[in-house]
Structures are given as C-alpha cells and as structure tokens.
C-alpha cells in the first residue's frame, strides 16, 4: 500500500474510534434514568418495601402494556391505588431536584440502561 492510503485508513480508523468514544460519553435524555440514577428509597416497614421490590421487578419483566395495566398499595397498604409513576413518585427521590419522569415514561422504563439501574437499585433493596 501507498504511505497516503495507509494515512487516510489511519485518519478513518481514528475519527471512528473518537466518534465511538464520545457517543458513549454523552449523557442520556432518557428522564427516567435521570431520576432513578442514585436514587433515595423511601420507605416504612416490610409492606411498603415489598411493594417496591415487586414494582421494580415488575420493571424487569412485565410486558410494556402489562406495566401500564398493573396497580400497586398505596402508603397505607390499600390494593390496587397507584400506578406505577405514582409509586416511583411517592417512593423514590431522585439525586437532583426538579427532575420528572418524562412524558415518555412507559416507553423509558423499558430501556436497557433503566433496565440495568433498576437491577442495582433492586440489587440494595435485598441485601
């Protein structure tokens, strides 16, 4: 091969790897993760934590239209009061102030990177 062609796939190559580097680098506009990302639990006794755990597993495994369908206690331990947004809402405070989730949440809830916070959030209820 030719020095100038050696160069140009050279350029190619690099230009990939800093484009590759900075799309992973880039912060998501997903408001769902922004609000579970370090999130605060808050919760009284074994019921309300219960009800946690089964919401987030509801998160990992429940069907987009199933999560929209299901309803959880509320504070008081009443069947069937909240959804789920409401219970996160109640439940959970995010790390930074003013951050909502989104107009899009049934949809963000089933991303891979709230899939994965939901797991570690998950992962400290049960230890």
Request: charged share 35%.
């Given at each position: 091969?030719?020095?100038?062609?050696v160069?140009?796939?050279?350029?190619?190559?690099?230009?990939?790897?800093i484009?590759v580097?900075?799309?992973?680098?880039?912060?998501?506009?997903?408001?769902v993760?922004?609000?579970?990302?370090?999130?605060?639990?808050?919760y009284?006794?074994e019921?309300q934590?219960?009800n946690?755990?089964t919401?987030?597993?509801?998160i990992?495994t429940?069907?987009?239209?199933q999560?929209?369908?299901?309803?959880?206690?509320?504070?008081?331990?009443?069947e069937?009061?909240?959804?789920?947004?409401?219970?996160?809402?109640?439940?959970?405070v995010p790390a930074k102030?003013?951050?909502t989730?989104?107009?899009?949440f049934?949809?963000?809830v089933?991303?891979?990177?709230?899939?994965?916070?939901?797991?570690i959030?998950l992962?400290?209820?049960?230890k």
């Open positions: 091969m030719k020095r100038k062609t160069i140009i796939i050279f350029l190619l190559l690099l230009s990939v790897t484009a580097i900075l799309s992973s680098c880039k912060e998501t506009d997903n408001p993760f922004l609000y579970l990302k370090n999130v605060e639990l808050q009284e006794g019921v934590k219960e946690i755990k919401a987030l597993q509801d990992l429940l069907t987009l239209d999560l929209k369908k299901k309803r959880y206690r509320d504070y008081k331990g009443k069937n009061q909240w959804d789920l947004p409401t219970l996160i809402e109640k439940h959970f102030s003013g951050i989730l989104g107009d899009n049934y949809k963000d089933k991303s891979m990177e709230v899939q994965n916070e939901v797991k959030i992962d400290r209820l049960v």
